[in-house]
């Protein structure tokens, strides 16, 4: 059994020190690497926090697309994607399939912006006139 | 053959005075020691400092090479038309570093070049969009920026100086989503979200009203500024031919705004000033609805220029950090396609085809 820290607190330890004692002691384009690594480790240790969406991914897309379900795997996730994929682009979709297509998109897409930039989801939605 | 460290020979220091020399009818001409300029992977700027003496260009002057970095085979075609498009732009008074001569031949530098006058100023995305943020009185920049494109766009075919651009036919938009999807089948993953949008576009195609020189990477970050004065539009490696309206759908799309979502003109001004600048030129004030779907595009093309980006990415090169992380903006681009095309907007839009009302 490992033991504290976790490998998502350990990531975060180590940014801190990366953001607080190394950046600021650096300028122009070190400065600039140092902090492009502190948001790689960021990204990393939210998405170890996240966990993988493999299973829970699959398990939608086999009930949108119609399917019995079965073990998640990637090339099973991938499969799945890929069609889809193919149903999208075919677009002879019925309203009611694009709404719970439109429902697992947004809500998986937002799960991944929440581990790639969690600020986005922050930043006010520009009003559409 | 000893290199200097300017990356150049003496040899073609002596070749690019004489190159100079004859372009300028002048009686001499003297170098400077070239100092480089950032630049590209596939090109180098070096600038020259000049001092000529007799013919038209007498005097002092900044001027800026542009070259290959590697050798010339299968990219002169690149500075070519690189050349003409500025040339081409310049003569439609769009504000860009004046295209002085090229060549083609690799003998005087070693790679095709051309020189253009120096510019002042700089093109950083983050740092023009906090400058215009802080300055007190507004700069008029965004809509200046719309009467710059307004003039790009005064280009039109058929014209046999940029006889290399591929043409195009009636439907640009049509076209765009066949060629992204193309791209997207050779992407190793499938991405469900980037074809939800895809087939939101296709479904709500506009009709194309004029083709024009569209510059297809317009936006902040590519064109330079001087404090509030705008020096140059920059960046042309893009420009092909197309509906006008997808450079200004780029050009306000949210993805280009660096952190300031209200200014929807670039990050730097209001939707309404760069409309009206465009309009003061063009006698058109754009159709919102029609920016708007090109803002949808300007999302998924982005968002596939960075996944390409980000296989590009490797371990071994720890520059390729950058392209690593521009993956990373994939979901959030995609999560903005999603805002920007909700299902019931889909609904209208298949009744609306099935009433026979589709476009193309």
Redesign the interface.
Known sequence: MRDAPRSDELLDIARQALQQQITPQLDGGSRHAAMMVANALGIVARQLRAGSPQASECAALEDLLGHAPSPPSPTRLEQLNRELTTRLRQHGANAALDENVYRYLLATTRSLVEESNPKYLQEPAPPRT | MTTLGTGFTARQLDALRAFILWKADADTVDIAEPVKLSGGAIQENWLLALDIRGGAHEGRHDWVLRRDSRGGIGQSHGRASEFALLKAAFESGVTVPEPLWLDTDTRIVGAPFFLMRRVDGMATGHRIVKQQAETPQPSGVAERLGAELARIHTIRPPRQDLGFLAPVDTTPALDLVARI?GELDAHA?????L??G??WL??HAPATRDIVLCHRDFRTGNYMMDGNRLTAIIDWEFAGWGDGMEDIGWFCA?CWRF?Q??R?AGGVGE?EDFYRGYASVSGLWPD?EVV?YWEVMAHVRWALIALQQARRAHAAD?ES??L??TG?????L??EI??MT??AA??AA?QAHARGEQHA
Not at chain 2, 189 to 193: C, G, N, V
């Open positions: 999807r993953l499938p991405r469900p979200a074809e939800w895809l087939s296709e479904r949210r952190g979502p209200s929807e939707r919102d708007r720890p950090l950058v690593a992380l990373h903006i994939v979901p959030e995609e999560l999603l805002r909700p299902p889909s609904a298949v």
